[in-house]
């Protein structure tokens, strides 16, 4: 099965930094890779995707770029505001390959801490 | 639009006691899921529901049952609870698991915090 490795599991930037999140994963099928935040006492929340037939999508101050020669993918967030802190998630899945699982495989969390 | 409705919020039970943890979604989705958080662990999978009248086990199915009930609602049950299972736990829904090219993206509700004494 898929297995998903997240690094760092805790980052502390100051305001108006970048930041800066890896993960890789095992399995070459994944063709899917989402990212969520997770806020205090909430549920995860989709912030951004990439499939595997593109290396680098934007949105605002966040964007995830994609090696699917190295099986990594990152999150970057520029500007980095104090409601950025949160928990953040990868995920892998072979979503769209017509067969498998489709089960999203989470990396274990990064813990992101924006200092005023 | 209330997205994914879990009930209840926060529970204690004692070990070996039983309860089933509610789920509802009002996106029309066909898939849903149930995972386990803990802390360092990430999100497990415990089971999912590719579409109304179907289950599978996922990555920690032991020690828990699910039922699909109709396509909006879909439950998780603890038959004896044990401490190991002390655990937030998420639902979650998306519109088709299997089928490839459908939007996967899984949208999760906002927990149970169950502790198990």
């Known amino acids: 099965g898929e297995n998903v490795e997240q690094h760092p599991s805790t980052l502390s930037v100051q305001e108006g930094d970048s930041a800066v999140i890896k993960c890789t994963y095992s399995?070459?099928?994944?063709?899917?890779f989402p990212w969520y935040k997770q806020e205090l006492g909430k549920g995860p929340q989709l912030i951004i995707d990439?499939?595997?037939?593109?290396g680098e999508k934007k949105d605002q101050r966040i964007a995830v770029t994609l090696n699917k020669t190295a099986k990594h993918f990152s999150l970057h967030i520029t500007e980095t505001q104090p409601e950025d802190s949160a928990v953040y998630f990868c995920?892998?899945?072979?979503?769209?390959?017509?067969?498998?699982?489709?089960?999203?495989?989470f990396g274990k969390g990064t813990k992101l801490s924006v200092i005023p | 639009n209330a997205g994914v409705t879990q009930t209840p919020k926060f529970q204690v039970l004692k070990t070996g006691q039983s309860m089933t943890l509610q789920c509802a979604q009002d996106?029309?989705?066909?898939?849903m899921y149930w995972y386990r958080q803990d802390p360092g662990m990430g999100l497990r999978l415990i089971y999912y529901?590719?579409?109304?009248?179907?289950?599978d086990k996922g990555e920690v199915p032991n020690g828990y049952n699910v039922s699909r009930l109709n396509k909006r609602e879909f439950s998780l049950r603890l038959e004896s609870a044990a401490p190991s299972q002390t655990s937030v736990y998420f639902c979650?829904?998306?519109?088709?698991?299997?089928?490839?090219?459908?939007?996967?993206?899984?949208?999760f509700g906002a927990g149970t915090r169950l502790s198990v004494l």
């Open positions: 996106m029309n989705h066909n898939s």
């Open positions: 995920a892998a899945t072979d979503a769209y390959s017509g067969a498998g699982s489709y089960q999203l495989t």
């Open positions: 399995d070459s099928a994944s063709n899917y």
């Open positions: 990439i499939r595997s037939n593109v």
């Open positions: 979650a829904s998306s519109e088709n698991i299997g089928l490839a090219g459908a939007k996967n993206i899984q949208y």
């Open positions: 529901s590719a579409s109304e009248g179907t289950t």
